[in-house]
């Protein structure tokens, strides 16, 4: 059986304990996978730097992407994704604290599947954790995997 993984790219370590612990209250048990910035989100999905030899034929069920990132900003990366023929259909999330309208446009200019701000509170922060857990990994049908040629 596949486990449908979380991707969260994320710098800020109290984001990353409190994604972890919001996804622990709602039992949102998937793997999670952390990459903290830019540069280490494309080489895991690239199979590259410290994850070369992953299978990049195995893409996570969901990507939470933060946009203020080191090395490499979000808006960057997704750019990227989106430009590569085996991760353009990979469901990404932009979670970012970012309330540049700015940052809004490009990141639907640039293909992003949802764009949400995280809440402050964190109750209000674990409902949007497992109202996008059901979505993206309970009721959204997946894209059909890529047949390279």
């Given at each position: 059986m596949m486990y449908k993984t979380i991707l969260l790219i994320e710098d800020n370590a109290s984001d990353i304990a409190l994604t972890r612990r919001a996804?622990?209250?709602?039992?949102?048990?998937?793997?999670?996978?952390?990459?903290?910035?830019?540069?280490?989100?494309?080489?895991?999905?690239?199979?590259?730097?410290?994850?070369a030899g992953r299978d990049t034929s195995v893409l996570p069920a969901l990507i939470l992407l933060d946009l203020n990132l080191p090395?490499?900003?979000?808006?960057?990366?997704?750019r990227r994704l989106r430009a590569?023929?085996?991760?353009?259909?990979?469901p990404v999330v932009i979670l970012t604290s970012s309330t540049e309208e700015h940052d809004l446009r490009a990141g639907y200019d640039y293909g992003v599947n949802s764009y949400i701000r995280k809440p402050v509170d964190f109750e209000q922060f674990t409902r949007a954790i497992?109202?996008?857990?059901?979505?993206?990994?309970?009721?959204?049908?997946?894209?059909p995997k890529m047949h390279m040629s």
């Open positions: 996804l622990s209250r709602c039992r949102i048990s998937n793997p999670l996978v952390v990459v903290e910035d830019g540069q280490e989100a494309l080489d895991y999905f690239f199979g590259t730097g410290a994850f090395r490499i900003d979000g808006l960057t990366v997704l590569d023929e085996r991760t353009r259909r990979a497992e109202q996008l857990g059901l979505y993206w990994l309970v009721l959204n049908e997946a894209p």
